[in-house]
C-alpha cells in the first residue's frame, strides 16, 4: 500500500425508499415469488456496491449485507439452527432463516435484543448442544458476485468468532474458551477459501474488544488470531473495533493481524491517547475510524485533519486507512431526497452517502494536502457556524429553565403510602391486566393518516377516524376482559417520532430511515435545537378514550431516556442536558393529562439500557443522569396518580438499583423474547413495586397457548409478590395483526384468571 486509502465498514441494506423492507414483506406475505425476491434484493446489493465505488472507496466491505441479520447470518453459515426448526443440516434455506428471526406457528422465534448501545437488534445465535460446521461461505459468494458482476474485488466483512460466541447463548460461562475453539478450524477455512480466490482484505468484526475485558480474554483473542493468521497467511486481517475505546491498548494492537481499526469519534480521546503513549506496531496498518457513523451531524473537516496530523506522527500514510468510526447501517441514505428542510439545517446533515464523500476528502487531504479539499472546509465550517448561531439553538426560556434545576425529584411520599392510597382509588383485581400501549396500525390506518398527511382528508374528519378506531377497540378491551385499558394510540407514527413532531427543537426526515430489527424501519428524529413544549401532545385521545369506559385508561407517553437515545442528538452539548431539556417539555405533559382527570400515566423507557456505555466504568454517570431525568418528567404528580413505565431487553440484575431509583409505581418489562430468563434476576434480587413480566412475545406472530402463559405466571410468582404483579404482552401491539392481537390477548386474560383463581383458593385452603 503506497499512501492512505478509502474504506467503508458496512453500508445501510434499506435503500434510498425502503426498497429492501418492501421486497421482504411482499415475500413475507406471498405476493413475491422468491426468484423475483432474489432478483431485486440483488440488484439492490449490487446498486449499494456501484455507489460505494463511485464515490470513491477503496476498500468496499462485502457480506455486510443482510436479509435480516448479520448475527443470523452468521450464524446460519454455521448450520447453527435450534432443533424446534427441524434442520437437517446443509446450507440453510432461506424459509428456515426467516423462521428462525419470526418464529412459526409450531416453533417460537430465537431471542432478539439490543446490538451494543444501538437502536438496531440482532437475533442471538443458540449454541445449546449446537455442532458447528461451515454449511456454505457466503463470504466468498458475495466477493465473487461483486468482482464477477462489478469488477470490485471487495473487502469480505465477517463478525469474528470472539464476539460471535460471546453474544451467544446456551453455554456455561466456563465452557466459553472452549466453544470458542471449535469456531477457529470454520473461520480458518473461510480464510482459506478466500485467500485462494485471491482475497487481498477480509475486515473480522470484534466489537466486544471495545467493552470491558479480562486479560484472559485478550489470551484467547491471540490464541485464536494467530490460528487464523497460520491458516491463510496471503490474507491481511483487519480486527475491526468501534462504538468504544479498547481496553488493553498495547496488547490489542500487537494480535496476530495485519490491521487494527479504532473508533476515534466514540473514544471519549482515549484511543488517540494510547496510540501517542504507545505507539503503533510498524508492522500493522491502522484503520482510523475518524467519520461518525452513528450521527448525522456533517463533520468538521478542519478539526477532522487535525486529528488525522496527530496519528500521521505516530503512523505513516503507507499504513493508514482512513473509515467511518463504524458501519453505516446505523444512519440513513441519503440527504439528497430532503427537499423539504430547512436551509440551514440540511446544510448541517450528513448521512450514509454524504459520509463515504467525508472519507474521500479527509483520503485527498492527507494525500496531497489540506488545501487541495480547502474550499471543501471552508462550506463545512460555515455550515456547521450557521446552525449553532441559529435562533433554533438559543432558545433563552429553555437555556434559563435548565440553569433553575434543582438535583432534587422526588415523589411526595414513598411507593408503600402511594400503593395504598392508589388500590383504595383503583379497586383493581389480583394480577391485574393491561397492555403497553399500541394496538395495531393496519394498512387502513396508515392509509388514513396519509391521505391526512397529504392534505386529502380534512383535521376533523381525521379526527373522527381516529376516535372510531379509540371507541372500537375501547370495546374490544372490555369484550376480552382487560383491567387496564389504553387507547391504542392509533394517530402515532412512531413512539417517538409522535412526540418530536410536537416538541420544539426537533426535525423529520421525509426519507431518513434506519433498521431498527428485521424489515422494522424507523425514522429517528433529529433534535438540533434546543426542546421546548409547544402543545398538549396526548390530551384530547386520551380523554377522549377515558370517557368511553368506566375502567382506567392509562396515558401514554415516552420517557426522556428513550426519546434521546433513539433520536440523532445535536452534538453542541452535553446529552444530559438535552435528555433535561426533553423531561421538563413532558412533565407539563404528565400534569396535563392530571389535571384532565387521567390517574394512570405511562412514560415508557423502553431504550434506557441500550443506551448504557460499553465501559462498565461508566455506567454510573449514565444510569445517575437516566434517573433524574425520569423523576424530573414524573415526580409532580399526585400520591394517587400511579406512574407506569415500560422497559425492553433489560438484563434486569445488571441496573437493578437504577430501576428501584426511577420510583415507578408499576414497571413492566420484556421477558418472553428472552424465554423466560429475566425471572432469574429477582432470584437474587428484591424488587418490591408494582412490575408485570411480558407473559408473551408479541415480535411473533403466533397466537401463545394457555399454558405457556401460565407457565410464565407460574415462574415468576415463585420470587414476585403477587399482590405486586401485572400481567401484559412484552411490548406494544403496533406490528400485529387484528385477528391475532384479539386471541392472544385473549388468552392472556384466561391466564391471569386461572391464575387469579388458584391464589385465591390456595388462601382460602
Not at 487541495?372 to 456547521?384: D, F, G, M, P, R
Not at 374490544?476 to 413532531?501: A, K, N, P, S
Not at 408473551?696 to 401460565?710: A, F, Q, V
Request: glycine share 6%; charged share 25%; with cysteine.
Amino acid at each position: 500500500m503506497s499512501s492512505v486509502k478509502s474504506s467503508n465498514l458496512g453500508y445501510p441494506r434499506i435503500g434510498e425508499k425502503r426498497e429492501w423492507k418492501k421486497a421482504l414483506e411482499q415475500f413475507w406475505a406471498g405476493k413475491l415469488e422468491k426468484d423475483v425476491f432474489l432478483q431485486e434484493i440483488e440488484a439492490l446489493r449490487l446498486e449499494h456496491l456501484k455507489k460505494q465505488r463511485d464515490a470513491g472507496i477503496e476498500l468496499i466491505p462485502v457480506g455486510d449485507f443482510s436479509l435480516y441479520d448479520h448475527v443470523l447470518d452468521t450464524a446460519v453459515m454455521f448450520g447453527l439452527v435450534p432443533k424446534r426448526f427441524n434442520y437437517d443440516g446443509g446450507p440453510v434455506s432461506l424459509e428456515t432463516y426467516f423462521d428462525i428471526a419470526r418464529g412459526t406457528k409450531g416453533a417460537v422465534a430465537s431471542t432478539m435484543t439490543k446490538w451494543f448501545n444501538t437502536n438496531y437488534h440482532y437475533i442471538v445465535p443458540e449454541l445449546d448442544e449446537a455442532k458447528p460446521a461451515l454449511v456454505e461461505n457466503r463470504l466468498l459468494q458475495f466477493y465473487k458476485e461483486a468482482k464477477q458482476k462489478l469488477n470490485i474485488k471487495g473487502k469480505p466483512v465477517i463478525l469474528g468468532p470472539v464476539t460471535f460466541v460471546k453474544l451467544s447463548k446456551g453455554y456455561k460461562e466456563s465452557e466459553f474458551e472452549k466453544i470458542v475453539e471449535q469456531f477457529v478450524p470454520l473461520y480458518a477455512t473461510i480464510l482459506a477459501e478466500l485467500q485462494a480466490e485471491g482475497v487481498e482484505w477480509v475486515q473480522m468484526d470484534e466489537p466486544i474488544l471495545s467493552t470491558t475485558l479480562s486479560k484472559e480474554d485478550l489470551a484467547l483473542y491471540k490464541e485464536v488470531y494467530q490460528s487464523l493468521n497460520e491458516a491463510a497467511p496471503n490474507v491481511k486481517v483487519i480486527l475491526q473495533t468501534y462504538f468504544d475505546s479498547v481496553d488493553y491498548y498495547k496488547e490489542v494492537v500487537s494480535l496476530p493481524v495485519q490491521g487494527i481499526g479504532l473508533d476515534f469519534v466514540h473514544d471519549r480521546g482515549e484511543n488517540l491517547t494510547a496510540l501517542n503513549k504507545y505507539g503503533f506496531p510498524t508492522d500493522k496498518v491502522l484503520a482510523a475510524g475518524v467519520i461518525d457513523g452513528r450521527n448525522i451531524w456533517r463533520e468538521n473537516l478542519d478539526e477532522q485533519i487535525l486529528t488525522l496530523s496527530e496519528i500521521e506522527e505516530v503512523v505513516s500514510k503507507d499504513r493508514l486507512i482512513l473509515q467511518p468510526s463504524s458501519s453505516l447501517l446505523h444512519v440513513p441514505v441519503t440527504v439528497k431526497s430532503e427537499e423539504t428542510i430547512d436551509p440551514i439545517l440540511k446544510n448541517a446533515l450528513s448521512f450514509a452517502d454524504e459520509k463515504l464523500k467525508e472519507i474521500t476528502l479527509l483520503t485527498k487531504a492527507v494525500q496531497q494536502g489540506k488545501e487541495t479539499i480547502q474550499e471543501e472546509i471552508n462550506v463545512s465550517k460555515q455550515a456547521i457556524q450557521a446552525l449553532n448561531q441559529s435562533s433554533f439553538r438559543n432558545h433563552q426560556d429553555v437555556q434559563e429553565a435548565l440553569k433553575q434545576l434543582s438535583y432534587k425529584a422526588e415523589r411526595q411520599a414513598p411507593f408503600d403510602v402511594r400503593q395504598r392510597v392508589q388500590k383504595e382509588a383503583f379497586q383493581l383485581p389480583l394480577l391485574p391486566t393491561t397492555t403497553i400501549g399500541s394496538f395495531p396500525q393496519t394498512k387502513e390506518v396508515r392509509r388514513e393518516r396519509m391521505k391526512w398527511r397529504k392534505g386529502e382528508l380534512s383535521n376533523e374528519a381525521y379526527e373522527a377516524y381516529i376516535n372510531d378506531e379509540i371507541k372500537k377497540w375501547i370495546e374490544i378491551q372490555e369484550d376480552i376482559g382487560l383491567d387496564v385499558l389504553v387507547h391504542g394510540e392509533f394517530e402515532r407514527t412512531d413512539m417517538v417520532e409522535y412526540f418530536g413532531e410536537k416538541l420544539g427543537g426537533f426535525q423529520f426526515t421525509k426519507f431518513g430511515w434506519v433498521q431498527s430489527y428485521g424489515s422494522r424501519c424507523v425514522k429517528p428524529p433529529l433534535i438540533y435545537g434546543d426542546v421546548f413544549y409547544q402543545q398538549a401532545m396526548t390530551i384530547k385521545e386520551t380523554v377522549y378514550a377515558q370517557s368511553l369506559t368506566n375502567k382506567p385508561v392509562k396515558g401514554m407517553l415516552t420517557g426522556p431516556i428513550t426519546i434521546l437515545n433513539w433520536s440523532f442528538v445535536r452534538d453542541d452539548i452535553s446529552r444530559y442536558d438535552v435528555a433535561n431539556q426533553i423531561a421538563l417539555a413532558l412533565r407539563k405533559e404528565v400534569e396535563a393529562l392530571e389535571s384532565q382527570g387521567i390517574s394512570m400515566i405511562q412514560v415508557d423507557e423502553p431504550a434506557l439500557r441500550e443506551g448504557l456505555p460499553l465501559k462498565r466504568e461508566n455506567w454510573e454517570n449514565y444510569l445517575n443522569a437516566a434517573v433524574y431525568a425520569f423523576k424530573l418528567a414524573t415526580v409532580s404528580v399526585q400520591n394517587d396518580t400511579q406512574i407506569h413505565t415500560h422497559m425492553c431487553y433489560s438484563e434486569f440484575e445488571e441496573i437493578i438499583d437504577a430501576i428501584k431509583a426511577l420510583d415507578a409505581d408499576v414497571i413492566s418489562i420484556e421477558t418472553s423474547k428472552s424465554h423466560g430468563e429475566l425471572i432469574y434476576a429477582f432470584e437474587e434480587h428484591t424488587y418490591n413495586q408494582g412490575i408485570g413480566l411480558g407473559v408473551y412475545d408479541i415480535h411473533s406472530p403466533r397466537i401463545p397457548k394457555l399454558e405457556e402463559l401460565t407457565r410464565n405466571i407460574d415462574r415468576a410468582l415463585q420470587v414476585l409478590d403477587p399482590t405486586l404483579f401485572w400481567i401484559n404482552p412484552d411490548c406494544g401491539l403496533k406490528t400485529r395483526g387484528i385477528s391475532e392481537t384479539v386471541e392472544a390477548l385473549k388468552v392472556m386474560v384466561a391466564s391471569a384468571k386461572q391464575t387469579r383463581q388458584n391464589l385465591l383458593q390456595n388462601v382460602q385452603s
